[in-house]
């Protein structure tokens, strides 16, 4: 059909040739998600303490990061800057109100420098599914001269990352005549 790529497939033995490349591709070439590598990171770690529970939380957030960096490009998702040290990895639907898939979803979270975090965890800014800026009305003239440098920002953001965002909306008051 238009607009569709595939291979039409002869007989059995064609599909199970197609069948083992697909199996081989899922179980050996495709990195690990962020949920399945924190599930093997800590299935055997107990969580009866709270020093065990924070064991398991650093363990969450270095793979949140990490996932994060890649996902990012190793940049903040706004203004490109690279410094490690001035980049945070944030989570849009906050860490304690999130599931422990959600707590390492790659699209809960931005990799942003660290002015922006603060403006975007202090619901001073937010962003609309498809990634424009939306400013709240506490934040200084100054601040925003500051932060867009008198330029459009836009998050380039994917669907996964639209629930999170609508929730970050909500909890700070961005309302739709707002936005």
Request: glycine letters at 8%; proline letters at 4%.
């Amino acid at each position: 059909m238009p607009g569709h790529t595939g291979r039409l497939l002869g007989n059995l033995s064609d599909l199970g040739e197609a069948l083992g490349r697909v199996f081989k591709l899922v179980t050996e070439e495709l990195p690990t998600s962020a949920f399945q590598e924190y599930l093997d990171a800590t299935h055997d770690l107990p969580a009866s303490t709270e020093a065990e529970q924070m064991a398991i939380a650093r363990t969450a957030q270095g793979i949140f990061r990490r996932h994060l960096d890649v996902y990012w490009n190793r940049a903040c998702a706004i203004t490109g800057v690279r410094d490690r040290e001035l980049l945070r990895a944030s989570h849009i639907k906050p860490w304690a109100v999130s599931s422990d898939y959600e707590r390492v979803d790659v699209h809960n979270g931005l990799l942003l420098s660290a002015l922006w975090d603060a403006a975007f965890d202090q619901g001073l800014v937010s962003f609309s599914d498809e990634g424009r800026l939306f400013v709240n009305p506490k934040l200084s003239e100054r601040a925003i001269a500051v932060l867009t440098e008198g330029r459009p920002i836009t998050v380039s953001v994917s669907a996964g990352h639209a629930p999170y965002l609508k929730e970050h909306r909500v909890r700070h008051g961005f309302t739709p005549l707002s936005c």
